[in-house]
């Protein structure tokens, strides 16, 4: 990806449909980005230190955790108890974690396994229909994104469950294939494929009339 030292190049390549894939990652890599830089704006400055307790990752990490597990559940509300209960967890869990980098993969993991139930909560993909983007993000936010940067986020609300955690994982949480697959609970091969194929409906979803 541009500007972040080719943390991402090479680690996908389309299986087809090489153009118009190309076409559906710059859109999704410059929407999600877009949206990163503005969330950025309104997060507290980091610590001169990594955190080292609870109440520290709490406060440097919860709105960035809220406004991903919002692109993967689409309700404020339920982004917020998603994250709630991932802190939740981490304090029970707190004596077994190393270092607060672990506890930082070990919140982005519950948050993504936490919008996995949300979703299964739910009666079937189909009979759900996500609120109106404007209700899902500020309308601060969505005044600063292109109507086509606001189709992108629409799109990305009808792909599959696994398809969205990837590419939301991949661009708007600036992760590596690794840390996608530790978090997401696949394999880096199956990040890849995912990424295609997610790539590839993306674009036709956008195409739409």
């Given amino acids: 990806m541009a500007g972040d030292g080719g943390r991402h190049s090479g680690e996908h390549t389309p299986a087809r449909g090489g153009q118009v894939e190309g076409q559906a990652e710059r859109s999704v890599e410059q929407t999600l980005t877009r949206l990163r830089a503005i969330d950025t704006r309104t997060a507290p400055p980091p610590a001169p230190e990594a955190p080292l307790t609870l109440e520290d990752l709490y406060r440097t990490h919860r709105m960035r955790l809220i406004r991903l597990a919002l692109l993967l559940v689409d309700e404020p509300a339920t982004a917020e108890d998603v994250v709630q209960e991932a802190f939740t967890g981490l304090h029970r869990n707190w004596g077994n974690l190393r270092d607060a980098a672990a506890a930082v993969g070990y919140l982005r993991t519950a948050v993504v396994n936490g919008s996995r139930s949300v979703l299964r909560r739910r009666k079937t993909a189909r009979e759900y229909t996500p609120p109106h983007a404007v209700n899902a993000r500020s309308a601060e936010s969505l005044a600063m994104l292109t109507a ?47 990424a295609s194929r997610a790539l590839e409906a993306l674009q036709k979803i956008m195409n739409q009339p």
């Fill in 148 to 194: 086509e940067h606001q189709g992108v986020v629409r799109a990305l609300s009808q792909l599959p469950p696994r398809q969205r955690e990837v590419l939301v994982l991949r661009y708007y949480g600036n992760l590596t294939e690794a840390e996608i697959a530790e978090a997401a609970g696949i394999s880096k091969g199956t990040v890849k494929s995912t």
